[in-house]
């Protein structure tokens, strides 16, 4: 028989049973299926569960999946042929239920997926978006945070020392400005306290910036030891310090009394040795006091009137404190109007040479020191002990010595034309600031050569001074001048606090005893033994030795007697301007019985 | 600062647990629906099915009714007959006038592909395919063996076989006759060709077909 209606599919058939089973007929047709009991149909065992009987008719039990002879799942249907002992069956395949069911599940799924990618994406879009958002908020809040942070540095650094913690400079201006607002209000006393560290910038130059750090932090804990918890103590800047005092009593007048007992306490816890780092230190203070409250004053005023005594406590020899009073003011204010004369001078060059003579044993004169004297244009004469140390602190002592080193050079080229003049030595003093002055060799060199002069002709007199800072460089810029043939004496010997290892090492022609040494001769002092000392250790470095000051024939034969056949002063010549100098030395010669 | 920080972070909580919640939704409803598709697709199939089931089994039943009635007419014919022994039955049915008779009954109605009187030992003594019939015996076939050894009124419905004239497949319903002592005189007998179901099965499936593919496309 022919097959039909395969088209349907693998497993899809419209059957029709005897009720024991056996095929009677189907589509599509097989014939070895005909005939045949199927004893493992699903029809069995739709048939034979009763339970479903339903109007005289069995049909299935609402048409279950089930699994046939293929290995496709199948739903079959079977219902008894109503009075005749048949049983019709239909079986679909999965194949033909299940795609649309599939489809479906597809299209449901795909939804789904697309739904959920969707919704995903949707959510990880706005969570990200709030995140962004925190992290926007958070890095504000952070940068408002820094920014608070920064404002507080700012704040700290405007108002506190970062080396010492100690309030700064703003810092005790405000505070010395609501002292002075109390002041107004109830009548009552403060003190200023201006000290400054002496020799500190030695300490620096000498040890290094580190150390000198470690010294301010040391000498700020000391002050805060020293003063009272309402007490403020800063650091005005580098090396000075300013402690506000509080409280002072209106009975002790002026308060000075308590301020110049915190003082005296400061300067001698301060002269206690410290350890720096290596090194055992003990520095010095020079304190300044001003009190105030009794009459209307600037905080600037008040800093003023401090400054100034401290200046004057330095003048005074260190280590020591000074009250402002009056005088002081006007002593400050007479130093500021001579260094501004001073500075005058030195640009139109109003200064007076003078000429003082030096002579070896044999009375020969072999040379002159250069000596600077000053006329105001007001007519004040002014020693060198004062406009020198003046140029100094104004920063014109450079071209001061430029001034000396100029006539020196001018004078050495004129001295040359004549016999009795050409061979003497000039000598001019020089300072610390101008061997310091990196220019200074340069210039001096420069000038020689200007006016043709012989550099062994030049004699420059230096102070122990020189050595104190930057001994090194020092020495470098000594052996340079010495290498143009530059002779180089030290002056003072014996004043300062010269040590052997650096004597040694210094590349001078010439030792000279201060005068201070040899006016010490007649009164029998120790002075004698130290002037036998120097000469006997220019013996030892093979260099001369000169003393100035000579003024008696005792005080030149105790130098003879012992070795020192060069001589400066009064016994022989002042210091003489130019045409009495130039005439002296003629008429020396004239009058020299050799 | 700080509010607005823990309000962006809320917003945060409540779009993920938004998300999370509406994607649990998504999958949920999803599955509910799968599912519930799957229970339509079983129950609109297995609807279609008991109709289907239905239909085959009515056309089967008005087949075999019709074959039934056809079975019972001829049987009456014997019957009224009242033959009294086997000789009398083999006259009886090996007339010509029993071939007319049959071949008007299988001409009016077309599901019968034969219709035959058989003798007491399985002989064919008439049948609608000629007359008169070639030799054939039926002995060996189930109806015969049933129905002679088992003195019954009941039709018996006989597996398919193939048909010994055309090889066509065919099923049998017979009935048995009895001679005036009840002995066994032979069988009349009805074959239905199984072709006649298959062809209506085949119009039906593909019927069934159509209709369970457009069924199954949502409405």
């Known amino acids: ?594 | 600062m700080k509010q607005l920080l823990n309000k962006t972070r809320m917003t945060s909580r409540i779009v993920f647990a938004g998300g999370i919640s509406l994607g649990i939704i998504f999958i949920v409803t999803s599955f509910i629906s799968i599912y519930q598709i799957r229970r339509d697709t079983e129950k609109e199939w297995s609807t279609q099915l008991e109709r289907t089931t239905l239909v085959v089994s009515e056309q089967a039943s008005q087949t075999f009714f019709s074959a039934t009635t056809a079975l019972n007419s001829i049987s009456d014919i014997v019957n009224f007959a009242r033959l009294r022994d086997e000789k009398s039955y083999r006259h009886f049915a090996s007339q010509e006038k029993q071939y007319l008779f049959l071949k008007e009954k299988k001409t009016s109605n077309p599901i019968i592909d034969v219709a035959t009187f058989i003798a007491d030992n399985g002989d064919v003594l008439n049948f609608t395919r000629s007359y008169p019939p070639p030799k054939i015996n039926l002995a060996d076939r189930d109806y015969f063996k049933a129905l002679k050894a088992n003195n019954s009124d009941e039709i018996f419905y006989s597996v398919p076989v193939k048909n010994k004239g055309n090889s066509k497949w065919v099923f049998y319903l017979a009935k048995r006759i009895n001679g005036a002592q009840g002995q066994f005189l032979g069988i009349v007998l009805i074959g239905v060709s199984a072709e006649n179901f298959s062809a209506f099965y085949e119009k039906s499936g593909l019927k069934f077909r159509e209709r369970g593919i457009h069924f199954l496309i949502p409405k």
Not at chain 1, 95 to 109: D, K, Q
Not at chain 1, 172 to 198: G, M, R, V
């Open chain 1, 1 to 594: 028989m022919k097959k039909v209606g395969s088209n349907l599919g693998s497993g899809a058939s419209i059957s029709l049973y005897r009720n024991d089973y056996i095929l009677m007929t189907r589509w599509p047709f097989v014939d070895k299926l005909v005939g045949i009991k199927n004893s493992n149909s699903a029809t069995q065992e739709i048939i034979g569960d009763r339970t479903t009987v339903e109007h005289g008719l069995l049909i299935t039990d609402k048409a279950r999946f089930s699994t046939g002879t293929a290995s496709e799942p199948r739903m079959v249907a079977a219902r008894v042929v109503n009075e005749f002992p048949f049983i019709a069956t239909v079986v679909i395949p999965k194949s033909l239920y299940a795609p649309n069911f599939f489809s479906h599940v597809g299209w449901i799924l795909g939804l789904l997926t697309i739904g959920l990618i969707l919704l995903f994406t949707f959510v990880r879009h706005v969570l990200f978006a709030n995140s962004q958002i925190n992290l926007e908020l958070l890095e504000r809040g952070l940068v408002q945070k820094a920014l608070g942070d920064a404002n507080e540095k700012l704040e700290t650094l405007a108002y506190i020392d970062l080396l010492t913690g100690l309030p700064n400079r703003q810092n005790l201006i405000e505070q010395l400005n609501l002292a002075i607002d109390k002041c107004k209000i109830t009548p009552s006393h403060y003190a200023i306290l201006f000290i400054d560290l002496d020799n500190f910038k030695e300490l620096n130059d000498r040890y290094g910036h580190d150390r000198g750090d470690l010294l301010l932090t040391k000498v700020a804990k000391q002050l805060l030891a020293c003063v009272g918890s309402d007490d403020i103590v800063s650091r005005f800047g580098g090396d000075e310090f300013v402690i506000l005092l509080s409280h002072l009593e209106y009975k002790e007048i002026d308060g000075t009394y308590t301020a110049e007992l915190i003082s005296q306490k400061i300067l001698n816890t301060l002269t206690q040795t410290k350890h720096l780092d290596g090194i055992e230190y003990r520095c010095s203070a020079s304190i300044g006091i001003t009190i105030f409250g009794q009459e209307p004053l600037s905080e600037f005023e008040i800093i003023k009137r401090a400054d100034i005594a401290m200046y004057h406590a330095k003048m005074s020899g260190r280590n020591t404190f000074s009250i402002f009073n009056a005088q002081l003011q006007k002593d400050f204010e007479y130093k500021l109007h001579l260094g501004e004369l001073l500075k005058d001078a030195i640009e139109q060059n109003h200064f007076e040479y003078y000429y003082q003579p030096q002579f070896d044993n044999h009375l020969n004169i072999i040379g002159a020191e250069l000596l600077l004297r000053w006329k105001t244009i007001e007519g004040d004469e002014i020693l060198p002990n004062i406009f020198i140390p003046l140029a100094e602190q104004n920063g014109l002592m450079i071209k001061l010595g430029n001034l000396a080193i100029e006539n020196a050079a001018t004078q050495i080229a004129a001295w040359s034309t004549f016999p009795f003049l050409s061979n003497l030595t000039l000598a001019i003093n020089i300072s610390s600031q101008q061997i310091e002055d990196t220019n200074f060799v340069h210039s001096l060199i420069t000038c020689l050569n200007s006016h043709q002069v012989k550099a062994s002709q030049l004699r420059l007199e230096l102070t122990e001074s020189v050595l104190i800072t930057k001994f090194e460089d020092a020495i470098r810029t000594l052996d340079l001048l010495k290498s143009y043939g530059i002779k180089l004496s030290l002056d003072d010997f014996g004043t300062g606090y010269s040590s052997l290892s650096y004597l040694r090492r210094l590349p001078i022609d010439e030792l000279k005893i201060d005068q201070s040494f040899v006016r010490g001769i007649v009164e029998g002092s120790s002075a004698c033994n130290l002037i036998i000392t120097i000469i006997n250790l220019a013996k030892i470095l093979n260099i001369n030795v000169i003393a100035e000051g000579v003024e008696t024939k005792e005080e030149r034969d105790f130098l003879f007697e012992n070795g020192c056949f060069l001589y400066q002063g009064f016994l022989y010549s002042k210091p003489l301007p130019l045409n009495e100098f130039i005439e002296f030395v003629r008429s020396w010669k004239h009058i020299d019985p050799e």
